[in-house]
C-alpha cells in the first residue's frame, strides 16, 4: 500500500482525504515513481473544485519530482533510480507513489534538487512557451502580466526581464509588488482598476503588444484596454473565474485584437516539444537568470491547507508539497 491525496466529491479544500491506496504497477510504456516533491499549482483547485472535470475519487494534482522505482515494458531511455521531474497530465500527482506513462517524465539534473524540480516544471515550462511560443517577445518590448508575485508571474517577469523586455507588474499589495520588482518587473502596478491608464503613462501612449492574464473574469476587460491596436490577448488562467463568452465585436472595436486561451497540454503534447521547452527552462534555472522561489512547503497529507492558502492570495512564488 502507499497514501495518497483523495477526492469523493468536488468541493472545498476538506474534500482532500490523505488515504491508503493500493500501489500501482506500471504497464506497457509506464514508469512507476516516487515523489520526492509535488508541485501545487492553481490547475489542482479547478480539478478540486470541479471547474475542471475529473473522475471521482480523483488523486488530482500535475506535477512532481522524485525517482523511478519500476518500469513498463518497452520503456528503454529510463532506468530504475533515475531521478525525474514531470508536469501535465493525466492527474495523480498528490500520492507517495503513482505511475505515469514514461513519455511524459524529463531526467532532472544532479544540479536541480528535487523541490526546485517539482517547484519549476509546471509554472516555468506555461512560462516557456507564453513567451516563446504563444508570443515570441522581443528584446525592447513592453509587456503586462498579471499575478506577477505569483507562480507563473514570478518566473515570467525573470523570464522576460533576461529577454530584455520591460514588464509592467500587475499585483494586489504592496509587499507583492515589493517581490514582483525584485524578480525582473521594472513597473508594478497594485490593482487593476486604473491599469489601462499607468500602461498608457508607462508606455507613452503606444500600449503593449501583448498581456499575460491569468486571473480571468476579474481582468479580462481591463487586460484588453491596455493593448495596442493588432495586440494579443492571452488569456491563460482563472484565478478569479472562467472569462465569460466574448463578443467578437469587442476586439473590432479595441483595434483588431487578436485572443487566445492557450493550455500547456497543448503545447507540451508532443515529446519533442515537451523535451525541448525542458531543455530551455532547465538552462535559465542552471545559469541563474530565472529562479524559481519555493516560499511555501506543506506536507503533502496537509494540502488543504496549501489550496487554502493559495486560493486566498497568501502565496508567493512556488509551493511544494512534500510526501
Ligand atoms: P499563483 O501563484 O499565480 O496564484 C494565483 C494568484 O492569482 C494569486 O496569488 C493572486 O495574486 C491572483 N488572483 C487574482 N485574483 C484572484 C482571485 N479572485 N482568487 C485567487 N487569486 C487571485 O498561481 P499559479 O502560478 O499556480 O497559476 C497562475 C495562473 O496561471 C492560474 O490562473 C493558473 O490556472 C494559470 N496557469 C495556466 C496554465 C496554462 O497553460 N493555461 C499553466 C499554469 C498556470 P494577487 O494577489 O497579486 O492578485
Known amino acids: 500500500m502507499t497514501k495518497a491525496i483523495r477526492i469523493h466529491a468536488n468541493g472545498g479544500p476538506e474534500v482532500m482525504k490523505w488515504e491508503d491506496v493500493p500501489t500501482p504497477e506500471p504497464g506497457p510504456g509506464e514508469a512507476l515513481i516516487r515523489h520526492e516533491a509535488v508541485g501545487l499549482n492553481y490547475i489542482d483547485v479547478y480539478f478540486r473544485t470541479g471547474l475542471y472535470k475529473s473522475v471521482l475519487p480523483a488523486t488530482i494534482g ?7 522505482l519500476a518500469l513498463g515494458a518497452g520503456v528503454t531511455d529510463l532506468a530504475v533510480g533515475d531521478r525525474i521531474a514531470y508536469a501535465g497530465g493525466p492527474i495523480g500527482a498528490y500520492a507517495v507513489q503513482r505511475v505515469i506513462p514514461a513519455d511524459r517524465l524529463v531526467k532532472l539534473p544532479d544540479a536541480i534538487d528535487f523541490n526546485t524540480g517539482a517547484a519549476m516544471m509546471l509554472q516555468g515550462l506555461t512560462a516557456q512557451y507564453l513567451l516563446r511560443r504563444t508570443y515570441p517577445v522581443q528584446a525592447g518590448q513592453t509587456i503586462v502580466v498579471h499575478a506577477a508575485a505569483g507562480g507563473v508571474g514570478l518566473i515570467l517577469c525573470q523570464w522576460a526581464k533576461h ?4 514588464v509592467i507588474g500587475v499585483v494586489s499589495t504592496a509587499e507583492k509588488a515589493e ?19 499607468e500602461v498608457k503613462r508607462i508606455t507613452g501612449g503606444a500600449m503593449v503588444p501583448v498581456v499575460y492574464d491569468s486571473v480571468g473574469r476579474d481582468t479580462f476587460n481591463t487586460s484588453l484596454d491596455c493593448l495596442a491596436p493588432l495586440g494579443l490577448m492571452v488569456s491563460f488562467g482563472n484565478a478569479s473565474g472562467p472569462v465569460p463568452p466574448v463578443d467578437l465585436g469587442v476586439l473590432t472595436a479595441k483595434g483588431s485584437l487578436f485572443i487566445t486561451r ?5 503545447y507540451t503534447a508532443k515529446r519533442a516539444d515537451l523535451v525541448a521547452a525542458a531543455a530551455e527552462l532547465m538552462e535559465v534555472v542552471a545559469s541563474g537568470a530565472v529562479k524559481i522561489r519555493v516560499n511555501q512547503t506543506f506536507p503533502l497529507s496537509e494540502a488543504a491547507a496549501a489550496h487554502t492558502a493559495l486560493e486566498a492570495r497568501k502565496t508567493t512564488g512556488s509551493t511544494v508539497l512534500i510526501p
Open 62 to 68: 500535475m506535477e512532481g519530482s522524485g525517482v523511478v
Open 163 to 166: 529577454l530584455g523586455v520591460t
Open 179 to 197: 517581490l514582483a520588482r525584485a524578480h525582473g518587473a521594472d513597473h508594478v502596478v497594485v490593482g487593476h482598476q486604473d491599469l489601462p491608464a
Open 262 to 266: 492557450p493550455t500547456l497540454a497543448t
